[in-house]
Each structure stands twice: as structure tokens, then as C-alpha cells.
């Protein structure tokens, strides 16, 4: 981009911002896709319970798994290029999954697709870093990429919904093709590339992390079916905290680590890691189990159940693009604490649903609480991870990001399928105990939240304070790590 002068780059801001836009709103759509669409890939291809969960974390794992790899790769490679890459894979793995005829052709390909996602997701956020400076633009456009969120979920889970109802499952798949194919001619003509640079790619890093996340997620899982006991259980588990542990000490050693560990130096940044794991490991709960709620106990068609998720969506679209005058108003700590405790309110009503609950008042209402929390902190938890980053480190902070977004929530769905598959009374028989079954693991869920909130008040919030008082700085010119009190 040094070609190119500030005015070229301003002209070309709403172009790439579109185009950031639309490949993470192509993500989202699918992640929501897949949710409504649940019970009918289970009928289909005859997942049971706990093996379901795969289906969302085959994903995640390696989506989460592989992103510090991408970003590096979007780093030495060009961004551009990389960005294209991701695409492609994931448009390609798409496809193959709407055609998919068996549990482990559905999950391999699931894999793939987060190899794609891997690499696109830290070229959004590099790129969007890249064309808009700190400050007020860098917020605004953030608040935009995390407003995405809300659009694509909304979409998504009325999109799959339809196409369970009305054509396949397998449609909601094959509408990424058209899509990934005119985002990448867009990205070739309007996004410029990056240099290319010279370095090594940290495989064993990656591999380790990957490797040691994947194996540590399959113990939990496998302990819902085989309980804790099972050997195969012991050994996962112990085999994915001996990768983990191997995995820092690479990065120690590493000339050019996936991982470079000073981005840890921040205890702004660290909060905000642990904060963003915790909070979607308590949410993906709402989203995956929800549904399930909805049309196992309430008896919904999918097309009724992605429409019954509109209460939490379009709450969460409105307070995203909301983030930037409210962050004006209230800071960015306070508009983060708030967003967790709408949060946690909303969970704990969930976690009180029976078999008779009305939609009205025992699920949407809850739902409102959920969106209105998720709109407010996603954009905040965003801002304070990328904050004060070098250049040469920004493609490995915007992947350490998504690392935290996608391994939170393996990790917080495979804990809470543990619950799900535990949690019985005798006090309860026959479909009674899916309900039951599901209010442990709302209630699991607010205590994930609570312990995200924890590590903001405790983490975050003390850092940021510091950085005030020795700021003197006017608001409009703050930097982000002061702009985010």
C-alpha cells in the first residue's frame, strides 16, 4: 500500500470495508445456517447428541486452530492474496458439504471450510486496520465488522430455517458459491496488495496448537458418551495439555513464532482474550441449545424457530452500529461491563424454561436481554484486543482475535455438552428431561459470562484506568487503549 496516497486510500475505504464486510457476514450466515439447521442434518445423516457438536467444532477447531497460521501466512504473502485464498477454500468446502451423504464426509469438509476461514478471517481485520487509522475511524469501522455480526446471524438463521422447511439443509451451503465467487473478483479489483515479505512459517507452532486444542475439546466430548473413566477420555485430554504446553515453549524458542508472545505484554490485551473466550463459551450455548428448545419442546418448524431468533438478533444488529456513540457517551469499559450483564440477566431467566414455557414472555423476552448485551460487547471485547498493536504484529493480534472467538467457543460448547449429557433428575421423565437438560446448561452459560465479567473488572478495567490518568489527551485525538475507558 505505499504506492498509494492518503487520498487513494480514503477513496478506497468504503469499497474495502464493503468487501470486509460481506466475507465476514458470509461466515457468520453460514455459523447461523448450520444452527436452525441442526435437527435436520442430525435426521439426515444420524449424528447422535454429543456427536452433533461436532459438527460445529470440527469448524471451530480448525478454524480457531489455524488462524495464527493464516495471519502469518497474509503477513509474508500478501494480504490480498491470502485473503483471496481463504475465500476460494472456504466457497469450495461449501459446496462439498451441501453434498455431503455421511456424518464424517459432512465433518471433514467442515474442517476444510475452517482452513478457509482461517485464512480469510485475519486478512479481514489486517486489511480493515490497515486502510482506517486509530481512532474514531478505526472504531467506527469496527463497529461496522462487529454490526456484520448481528446481520449475518439474523439472516442466517431465517435463511436456514427456509431452506430446511422449504427446499434442503443443503441449500444454505450452496448459496456461499455465487457469493464467495463475486467477493473474490471484487477483492482482485479493488483491494491493493500488500508487499510480499521474507520469513518462516512456525508449522510445528501451529500444528501443536491445533493439534493439542482438537485433542483437548474430543476428551471433553467423548467424556459426555464414555464418561470421565474411559482411557480414551484420560489420554485425549492429557494429550491436548502436553500439545498446549509444548506449543508455548515452541513459541518461546521460535525465531519467528506464530505466536510472538510480547502482544501478551498488555493486561488490557490479556483481559480481553480471556474475557472473549469465556463469553463465547457461555453464549454458543444460547445459540446451539436454543434451537434445540425450540423445535424438540415447543414443537417449531426450523423456518419458526430461525424466525423466533429475531428478538436477539435485531437487538444485537441495532446496539452494534450503535457502539461508536455509545462509546462517545459512556466509555468503553462501561458500554463492555453493561453488554456482559444484559448477558448474564438474559441466561439466568433462559435457565428457568419448563416444558410449558410461552414463547412471549419465558424465551423472546430473555432474548431481547441477549441481543441488546451481545451488540454492546462484541465491538468493545474487539477494540481493546487490537489496541496499540505494531504494524508488524497487527495480522497476528487480528488473528489472535478470532483464536479467542472460535476456541472459546469450542471449548465453552464441549464443556456445556458435558453438562447437557449429566444434567438429570429423577424428579423428571421422558421429554421433560430435554428441558431440564437444557436449563443446566443456560445456567452453566451465565456462569461463563459472570467469569468473563470477572476478567474485565479485574483485567481490563484497571489497565484502562491507568491509562487515563496518564493521558492528557483531547477525546477526539484518543488512541484506542484511552479511547476504550
Known amino acids: 500500500m505505499d504506492h498509494l496516497s492518503l487520498t487513494e486510500i480514503k477513496q478506497r475505504q468504503g469499497s474495502v470495508l464493503a468487501i470486509i464486510m460481506a466475507s465476514y457476514l458470509m461466515i457468520v450466515i453460514d455459523i447461523s445456517i448450520v444452527i436452525t439447521g441442526l435437527p435436520k442434518i442430525k435426521d439426515a445423516l444420524g449424528f447422535s447428541p454429543a456427536s452433533l457438536s ?27 492474496r491470502m485473503f483471496i485464498v481463504g475465500l476460494g477454500l472456504f466457497t469450495f468446502a461449501s459446496l462439498a458439504i451441501g453434498m455431503a451423504q455421511s456424518p464424517s464426509w459432512l ?63 443443503r441449500a444454505g451451503f450452496f448459496i456461499n458459491l455465487p457469493i464467495g465467487i463475486g467477493l473474490m473478483l471484487a477483492a482482485q479489483r479493488l483491494v491493493v496488495e500488500t508487499p510480499k515479505h521474507s520469513g518462516q512459517f512456525d508449522v510445528a507452532g501451529a500444528l501443536s496448537s491445533t493439534l493439542g486444542m482438537s485433542s483437548l475439546v474430543f476428551g471433553i466430548v467423548h467424556s459426555a458418551e464414555e464418561g470421565w473413566a474411559h482411557p480414551l477420555t484420560a489420554w485425549t485430554i492429557g494429550a491436548g495439555i502436553a500439545l498446549m504446553l509444548l506449543f508455548v515453549v515452541i513459541e518461546r524458542r521460535a525465531k519467528q513464532p506464530v505466536l510472538p ?16 473466550m469465556l463469553f463465547l463459551g457461555g453464549m454458543v450455548g444460547f445459540w446451539f441449545f436454543a434451537t434445540q428448545f425450540l423445535q424438540g419442546v415447543l414443537g417449531f418448524t426450523p423456518l419458526e424457530a430461525g424466525l423466533a431468533f429475531l428478538p436477539a438478533t435485531l437487538p444485537q444488529l441495532i446496539i452494534a452500529m450503535s457502539v461508536p456513540g455509545l462509546v462517545r457517551r459512556f466509555g468503553n469499559t462501561k458500554l463492555l461491563i453493561g453488554g456482559l450483564v444484559f448477558c448474564i440477566a438474559g441466561l439466568a431467566l433462559l435457565g428457568q424454561v419448563a416444558a410449558h414455557t410461552p414463547y412471549l414472555t419465558g424465551v423472546a423476552l430473555p432474548m431481547i436481554l441477549l441481543g441488546i448485551g451481545q451488540g454492546a460487547a462484541l465491538g ?28 472459546g467457543g469450542s471449548l465453552g460448547l464441549g464443556v456445556l455438552v458435558v453438562i447437557y449429557s449429566a444434567a438429570s433428575s429423577s424428579l ?10 437444557i436449563a443446566s446448561v443456560m445456567d452453566a452459560s451465565a456462569v461463563m ?7 474485565v473488572l479485574t483485567l481490563i478495567r484497571p489497565a484502562l484506568r491507568q491509562t487515563v490518568e496518564t493521558s492528557k489527551c483531547d477525546l477526539s485525538s484518543l488512541e484506542p487503549e484511552a479511547d476504550l475507558t
Open 54 to 80: 461436532w459438527v460445529q467444532n470440527a469448524y471451530t477447531l480448525a478454524f480457531g486452530g489455524l488462524l495464527l497460521l493464516g495471519a502469518r501466512a497474509g503477513d509474508l504473502l500478501g494480504r490480498r
Open 107 to 169: 465433518l471433514a469438509f467442515r474442517a476444510v471450510q475452517g482452513v478457509g476461514a482461517a485464512i480469510l478471517a485475519p486478512s479481514t481485520l489486517a486489511l480493515l486496520s490497515m486502510y482506517f487509522p486509530e481512532g474514531t475511524e478505526r472504531t467506527r469501522a469496527l463497529s461496522y465488522y462487529a454490526a456484520a455480526a448481528g446481520i449475518g446471524a439474523t439472516l442466517g438463521l431465517v435463511l436456514g430455517g427456509l431452506f430446511a422447511d422449504l427446499v434442503s439443509w
Open 261 to 276: 508472545l510480547r502482544l501478551f505484554a498488555s493486561k488490557a490485551r490479556c483481559g480481553a482474550y480471556v474475557a472473549r
Open 380 to 407: 468493545p471485547l474487539t477494540i481493546a484486543a487490537v489496541t496499540g498493536v505494531a504494524a508488524e504484529d497487527a495480522g497476528a493480534a487480528s488473528g489472535l482475535v478470532n483464536v479467542a472467538h472460535q476456541l
Open 428 to 437: 423428571v421423565t421422558g421429554p421433560e428431561i430435554l428441558v431440564h437438560r
Open 449 to 455: 459470562l459472570t467469569l468473563s465479567l470477572a476478567a
